[in-house]
């Protein structure tokens, strides 16, 4: 069965950092773009970070440009999304996502497999 199983979320004060991770399993994520994504309640899914299957090539939504940082280990069949300076805007749940393509995409109908989410919650 191929999954992706996303942690590392947790509450945080603003200004804290957070590590997620993204674990394949049942397939390997060589082959895989892996695009994160994230819902805040009310609020329609949003493209935060994607990474092509080499690693050599990375997308930022504005709003993380300079905060976020997006990178994988292919021999650890994992995607991490380090994530620096949260706001509380950054509350959201946070899926990754994965499409058998070298390169990224905005679209969450791109992307073939999905993981049930971790929740992220910046507040003091």
């Known amino acids: 069965q191929l999954q992706l199983v996303e942690s590392g979320g947790g509450l945080v004060q603003p200004g804290g950092s957070l590590r997620l991770s993204c674990a394949a399993s049942?397939?390997?994520?060589?082959?895989?773009?892996i695009g994160w994504f994230r819902q805040a309640p009310g609020k329609e899914r949003e493209g935060v970070s994607c990474?092509?299957?080499?690693?050599?090539?990375?997308n930022y939504a504005d709003s993380v440009k300079g905060r976020f940082t997006i990178s994988r280990d292919n021999a650890k069949n994992t995607v991490y999304l380090q994530m620096n300076s949260l706001k509380p805007e950054d509350t959201a749940i946070y899926y990754c996502?994965?499409?058998?393509?070298?390169?990224?995409?905005?679209?969450?109908?791109?992307?073939?497999?999905w993981g049930q989410g971790t929740q992220v919650t910046v507040s003091s």
């Open positions: 996502a994965g499409r058998p393509y070298y390169d990224c995409s905005g679209y969450a109908y791109e992307y073939d497999y």
């Open positions: 049942g397939f390997t994520l060589d082959y895989y773009a």
């Open positions: 990474i092509t299957t080499s690693g050599a090539s990375t």
